[in-house]
């Protein structure tokens, strides 16, 4: 079979995005932090076809804000720009 019709990357997200059971008391965590680094290699709907949760969810709210703290914390602009761009998504989601 030809390489143009094998798709390499079929099944690949799990392994890239890897998530604790869920009933483990840091999935959400996980999860959260699976959006933010997908976010951040400009794979998002991997990450969120990975976590079965969207970018900007707001049940995600309180874990993103435990990240954004310690980005702040630890100096890493990135992750914080990243944070608040999902939470910036879920206050917005409110507004018509």
């Known amino acids: 079979m030809s390489r143009a019709f094998v798709n390499e990357d079929a099944g690949a997200a799990p392994e890239r995005y890897p998530l604790p059971p869920r009933d483990h008391p ?3 965590l996980a999860v959260a932090r699976a959006l ?3 976010a ?3 794979d998002t709907s991997g990450a969120e076809a990975a976590t079965g949760y969207y970018f900007g969810d707001p049940t ?3 874990e993103v804000e ?4 310690e980005a702040r914390e630890g100096g890493n602009e990135r992750l914080e720009q ?4 999902f939470l910036r998504r879920i206050s917005g ?4």
Do not use: K, S, V
């Not at 435990?66 to 703290?69: D, E, H, N, V």
């Not at 990243?82 to 761009?85: K, Y």
């Open 26 to 28: 840091g999935y959400l």
């Open 36 to 38: 933010l680094h997908g």
């Open 40 to 42: 951040d290699q400009g």
């Open 60 to 62: 995600l709210r309180r």
């Open 66 to 69: 435990q990240i954004l703290g």
């Open 82 to 85: 990243l944070a608040e761009r």
């Open 93 to 96: 989601r409110g507004r018509a």
